[in-house]
Each structure stands twice: as C-alpha cells, then as structure tokens.
C-alpha cells in the first residue's frame, strides 16, 4: 500500500480544518432526504461498491412517510434484498410464510419507487415463487436500461440536455487536507454523472460522507474526487455503513475451477490482462498466480485476485488510454470500478493506494483500451449461429451487456491480444439439465458478442473454455466453429448436437 500522500488541488487549510467543515454542515439522512426524494424525483446513484446502502435502506420508509410517489432510482448491481423492493427480506431467518408477508408488504413503496437497473444482479433476476416464478424485472417491478458502459453518464444525463436526473446521491470519503472527497471504488458512474451535473448546476446532490470509502486517485488530468465545499453539493449526510461487497462462495465446483485453470493457461507471460465480473473469471486470477505469470493489466472491474496479482508483483503495468495513443505507467493498475468479497480487506487496501488509477468508463472501457490485450470473461451460452450470450437464457434476463460487446470488439483488433470466454457446458433448469451449448437460442435470448466478434480475431485467438476443453473459434467458418464447439460440450449433449448440426447445416463430423 502506499504512503498517505499531501492533497491536491488548492492550497490545503488541513484536514482538521475540512472535517470541521463536515462536521458543522452535515444534516441526518432524513433531512438529507428531502433534498433529492420527491414527487416525480429521478434520482441517479452509485452502485458496486460505490452503492449508497443507507440510501436504499430507507428511501421505502421516507416516501411512506412523507407521501411521495413517483420515484425513479437508477443504479446497478444491487447487493441485497433492499425494504423497498422486498420488505426486507432475511432469507438467512426467514420462514416462508415471513417472506411472503413481508414482500406483500413492500407492495406500496415498489409503487412509489421504480427501481431502473443499469445492470442486474441476483437480487432483480431471482425469480419469487411469490410472483408465479418471475423476477422483480419478469413481474414489471423494475426496469432495465441496455447500454454501452461507457456510455453510463448519459444514460443519467442525456447529451441533448434534458437533464434527465432531477438528483445524484454520492457516496465519497472523507475529506484530505484541500477539501476533496474521493469518488472511492466508484469512478466508473458515480464520478463521471457527478461531475457532469456539478458542472452544469440545477440539480440537487446528496453527499454521503462514509469512512469506509476509500480515497482513490484518478489519472493526472481526471481526477477521482470532488470539493466538499462545491456549491452545488445541497447536503452533506455522515454515515459509516460497510460498503457494498460480493458474497463468497464457500462451495466451489470443480467444473468451475477447471475452467479458471484452462483460461489461465492460454495467457502468455507479458500480456495485458482485462477480467470481468464473475466467479469464473475472477478465480482465474488465482490460477495465473499459481503459474507464475507476469505482465499488464487494464481492466472494467479490479476484483480481488487482481489485486493481489498487482500486491504480489505479478502486475507490473498499466496504461492510460488517450484517443488512439497510450501511455504507459510502471507498477500499477488501471480500472474503472471495484468490488470485494465480504469480509476481506479490501477496501482498505485501496485506501490512499496510488499503485490503483480509477478512470471514468467513458475513457477506459472503449474498444481502442483493449486492442492488444487478452480478455478473460464469463458468458451463459453459445449458439451454432456463433452468437454469445451473457445476459439472458430466452426471456430470463439475469445481467446486462456491460463492457462486454465494447471489450470483445477491441480485443480482436491487435496483433498481440485475444479473448477468452469462460462457459461452463451445463446449466440447470429446475431440476433438468440443460447445455450451454446449443442449436439455436431460445425466443428472446438477447445477443451480447456476435458472430463477427468472435470468427473475425485478427490474428485468430478466440476461445470459448468449458470443463470438457478449449475451443478455437477465430479464423473458423461456421461449420468448422460448431464441430469445435460440440468437442468441448458436455458428453451427454454432443449426439444430440451432431445431430442437430447435420440437419441445420449438414456438418460432417470426423469418425
């Protein structure tokens, strides 16, 4: 970790002097509250680790309290049941027959407040049996916003200045010694949409002041934090709820690190590595320690594991992209947001850690970031059209694109990069099991990288990684992607496979 270093900006009056400052103009959330929840309010907030969580917590009981209606809250990667979507819900303690009374119960704020996802997570795409099986998203409860991620700032504030949020709940650190509040692990929205209605003024922002968050650095000419003293910051609220975290899988299948393992060995020693969100994906990390892997990394999300490749060693560099060029920056990492696992230390490992650049999602998660680099991400299924899919199976939607279409497309672009696509063969589908691999998707299954991401690799390192084995797609026609797919499905699934591969495209395939 490094040294605590001096505050940038304006001359510092000391950090006593701006903790002062916090103290003497901070007001309850309740009182913070009134600021940006009102009738027809479109609230815009962090989310991941940047999730403001007393925010959620009780905006269900502020509304009911005061009558409000109308509410929009937009964000991303909710971590737990919050009151105003389930009632607050405890699965851990909860019978049945609780939960059910429960969720009945938040049906008045889900009225109020209309939740608009960014991208999903298990507590929007969880079907309720309460609900005839269906998702909160399924039964019209929330909404779901597709985008590229580097186009998140204007999703909240469009480019044609409608102003699309009438209010922006930060969540940022306390202050250093010139007054700046840091943005913590959320650069990625967070940073970029407060920075944006802060310059333009006219809507209100609740700054969420949290010890927990930790003080992150931008890159020198995009700084990760704000003024706490801004003028149109309306209120300032203290609160010291743990951040946001990722719960821990204490079962890990075997399958799953199989594929870890796999993806780790198609790296080559030197190159930039880009992770996305996922088990899979991230516990390849610990396979690439394990075989001793050194070189770059530039990517979306900073899990765990990457940093720990960059506390051991195993990172020595990153860039910072600017337009087409690059520049290059010894002993550290670069990514756009972050995320623990519950109960590590994580976020105080990023505290004052300069060795860490959070950039905006506008500059980093572009197409041109990623040429030369080898993308390690997770998906849900493959088709014999060579589409890929990561969001949903048919009409059950469980995530979103992401910086996936925006990744795939950069890394077949360079001569030195490639694209790893982790995938286990099998899914279960209640108690049936299912392929991943199949003829066609089923209605409605949403196209996240298509064929012409995955055949046209430049320089022909495209791998889709199952448990069963490594398939080569890039440089392949259709007919000889699909017999590479049907060698690594699941055993049980390849005959019937062949069989639908010769009579949708007579693919021969060899004795």
């Given at each position: 970790m490094?040294?605590?270093p001096?505050g940038?900006g ?13 103290d ?6 309740e ?12 609230i ?16 269900g ?10 509410v929009m ?10 009151g ?8 851990s ?8 009374k429960k ?18 997570s ?29 186009q ?15 209010g ?10 010139n ?9 990625d929205a ?9 310059s ?11 010890p ?9 000419d ?12 309306t ?9 946001a ?10 399958a799953?690190?199989n ?14 590595i880009?992770?996305?969100i ?14 001793g ?16 490749l ?8 990153t860039?910072i992209?600017r337009?087409?060029d ?19 230390d994580f976020?105080?490992?990023l ?11 506008k ?7 990623f040429v ?18 990561a969001?949903c ?17 950069g ?9 790893i ?29 298509p064929?012409?991401d ?9 791998y889709?990684?199952?448990?069963h ?13 699909i017999?590479?797919?049907?060698a ?8 019937w496979l062949?069989k639908?591969?010769w ?9």
């Amino acid at each position: 970790m490094a040294d605590k270093p001096d505050g940038n900006g304006s001359q510092g009056k000391g950090r006593d002097y701006w903790l002062k400052y916090i103290d003497d103009h901070a007001v309850s959330l309740e009182e913070g509250m009134k600021h940006v929840v009102t009738n027809g309010a479109k609230i815009s907030t962090g989310y991941a680790g940047a999730s403001p969580l007393a925010f959620y917590d009780h905006i269900g009981e502020f509304v009911l309290k005061h009558d409000i209606r109308d509410v929009m809250v937009a964000a991303a990667l909710l971590t737990k049941p919050f009151g105003f979507l389930y009632g607050g819900i405890d699965k851990s303690k909860d019978s049945v027959i609780t939960m059910y009374k429960k969720f009945k119960a938040a049906e008045e704020t889900r009225r109020r407040i209309r939740y608009l996802d960014g991208f999903m997570s298990p507590v929007t795409a969880t079907r309720i049996p309460f609900i005839g099986r269906r998702s909160l998203y399924e039964a019209g409860y929330t909404s779901l916003y597709p985008y590229h991620f580097y186009q998140i700032e204007y999703f909240h504030d469009p480019l044609d200045g409608s102003g699309w949020a009438t209010g922006c709940v930060a969540q940022v650190s306390l202050p250093d010694e010139n007054g700046y509040c840091s943005f913590g692990p959320g650069c990625d929205a967070v940073q970029s949409i407060a920075k944006r209605i802060l310059s333009r003024g006219g809507i209100k922002i609740m700054a969420i002041v949290n010890p927990n968050t930790p003080r992150t650095y931008g890159s020198p000419d995009d700084d990760n934090a704000v003024r706490c003293d801004d003028p149109n910051i309306t209120a300032i609220v203290k609160d010291d709820t743990p951040l946001a975290a990722i719960p821990v899988d204490k079962h890990v299948e075997p399958a799953r690190m199989n594929i870890a393992e796999r993806a780790a060995e198609l790296v080559p020693n030197g190159a930039f590595i880009q992770i996305g969100i996922g088990d899979i994906s991230a516990r390849t990390c610990e396979s690439l320690m394990k075989k001793g892997w050194h070189g770059g990394e530039y990517s979306e999300m900073l899990p765990e594991g990457l940093l720990k490749l960059l506390e051991n060693g195993n990172i020595e560099r990153t860039f910072i992209q600017r337009g087409a060029d690059r520049e290059y920056v010894e002993g550290k990492a670069n990514c756009t947001f972050a995320m623990g696992l519950q109960g590590s230390d994580f976020y105080k490992r990023l505290d004052y850690n300069r060795n860490v650049i959070f950039t905006p999602a506008k500059r980093l998660v572009v197409p041109e970031g990623f040429v030369n680099c080898w993308g390690i991400n997770n998906s849900l299924s493959i088709d014999f059209n060579i589409q890929l899919t990561a969001e949903c199976r048919g009409n059950n939607q469980y995530s979103g694109p992401g910086g996936l279409p925006a990744i795939a497309n950069g890394l077949g672009r360079g001569p030195d990069g490639g694209s790893i696509i982790c995938l286990p063969s099998t899914f279960r589908k209640g108690k049936k099991r299912m392929s991943t691999i199949v003829p066609t998707f089923e209605p409605g299954t949403n196209v996240t990288v298509p064929r012409h991401d995955l055949l046209g690799m430049m320089h022909r390192r495209c791998y889709i990684v199952t448990e069963h084995g490594v398939a080569q797609l890039a440089g392949k026609t259709i007919d000889g992607a699909i017999r590479e797919l049907v060698a690594v499905a699941d055993p049980e699934f390849r005959p019937w496979l062949k069989k639908q591969a010769w009579k949708r495209l007579r693919v021969v395939f060899p004795k």
